[in-house]
């Protein structure tokens, strides 16, 4: 077993075998003169200013474990890691029953950390923010309403001179999380949306134009005046574009941020079971941002090379831990210590079969 807190032992002759952890230390990290170790990984966009952070400060500490990082998208991470092609998968959206099935091995989730998606627009002569409720933007997406003055936007914009220009809708092209967790929000405060559109990774858009990744969004509307979308926080600040604030269930209007996200996550952190994949969308509590989520790692139980095991689980240990204080100030929040401590048990159940060889 690759316990989080132990370091690896060896077995003897060149055999196939569990590979067992004892002792009960922190696990060590890699030494400046060890053997280094090059770990890949795939997947969601939505966390990747964070996950780029964690990587940059983890190399200061275990220079000799490289990390690599591909932000394509939820669906393709799954996918590499399904064909073995990483070392870990990201996806803001679980893996659900079926696809775990599907997948050759045992797969372990490890929220890393929760997120909001924004809702983002350029309305370049708006001086005021702009109010949505979950209803009128579940019209806007499903070509509704098509122009920024109609009526019912207007209702919830009192004294706001909105522009007569249409509507440009811009929506992810590729299988992603953030999707997932805004379809799965609109779903949730609309019927008309969750009958005829639904929930997922990828879904068949009424209207609108796609772009690739959080990246691909985010620029569109930059670029497009009247466009709307939505992308992860980090990616609207760091694009400078504004967003909306959104009306969660408590019937506030409140923008996108990170309390806002504890906010949302704070009561399923505390009902969790072993089982993570759980939704925060929608979430109760004045304060709670509607379109909030977590964002998963995702790494087989079991590992078929100890070297890649171990140090795979050593930098997942570091980032549940002190990886932590890097997520507010990227406009993530931070795991609650309920999750913290699912998360360290999902880490000692990781295991490596790859042989091992006597030195």
Not at 59 to 67: E, F, L, S
Not at 230 to 256: I, M, R, T, W
Request: proline letters at 6%.
């Amino acid at each position: 077993m690759l316990c989080r807190r132990c370091s690896l032992g060896v077995a003897a002759i060149a055999v196939t075998a569990v590979v067992v952890l004892a002792g009960c230390g922190k696990p060590s990290l890699p030494t400046a003169g060890g053997t280094s170790v090059t770990l890949t990984g795939a997947g969601a966009s939505f966390p990747y200013p964070l996950y780029s952070k964690w990587i940059a400060e983890y190399a200061k500490v275990a220079p000799q474990v490289r990390i690599n990082y591909q932000s394509i998208g939820s669906g393709g991470g799954i996918q590499q890691l399904k064909a073995g092609t990483v070392d870990f998968g990201a996806s803001d959206a679980p893996l659900s029953d079926d696809e775990m099935k599907a997948m050759p091995r045992p797969v372990v989730h490890i929220p890393a950390t929760a997120g909001a998606v924004a809702v983002v627009y350029n309305l370049p002569f708006l001086k005021e923010t702009l109010r949505l409720t979950g209803p009128v933007l579940s019209a806007i997406f499903l070509g509704q309403i098509t122009r920024w003055n109609d009526r019912r936007i207007a209702d919830v914009n009192p004294g706001v001179g909105l522009p007569e220009s249409a509507i440009a809708v811009t929506h992810r092209s590729d299988g992603s999380g953030t999707t997932y967790l805004f379809t799965s929000y609109l779903a949730a405060v609309s019927r008309d949306w969750a009958q005829k559109v639904g929930a997922g990774k990828s879904v068949s858009w009424p209207v609108g134009i796609g772009a690739k990744g959080n990246e691909g969004v985010a620029s569109m509307v930059r670029q497009t005046p009247g466009a709307v979308g939505y992308v992860e926080l980090a990616y609207a600040e760091g694009s400078d574009l504004s967003h909306a604030y959104l009306q969660n269930a408590a019937g506030s209007f409140v923008p996108p941020s990170a309390p806002g996200v504890t906010a949302a996550a704070s009561g399923a952190a505390d009902s969790m079971g072993e089982d993570v994949r759980v939704s925060i969308v929608n979430a109760s509590g004045g304060d709670a941002y509607p379109i909030s989520g977590f964002t998963y790692l995702l790494v087989y139980r079991e590992q078929k090379d100890a070297a890649k095991g171990k140090a795979l689980v050593a930098f997942l240990d570091w980032a549940i831990h002190q990886g932590q204080v890097f997520a507010e100030p990227l406009s993530y929040a931070a795991l609650p210590s309920a999750v913290v401590k699912l998360d360290e048990a999902a880490l000692e159940s990781i295991q490596s079969t790859g042989a091992s060889s006597e030195k």
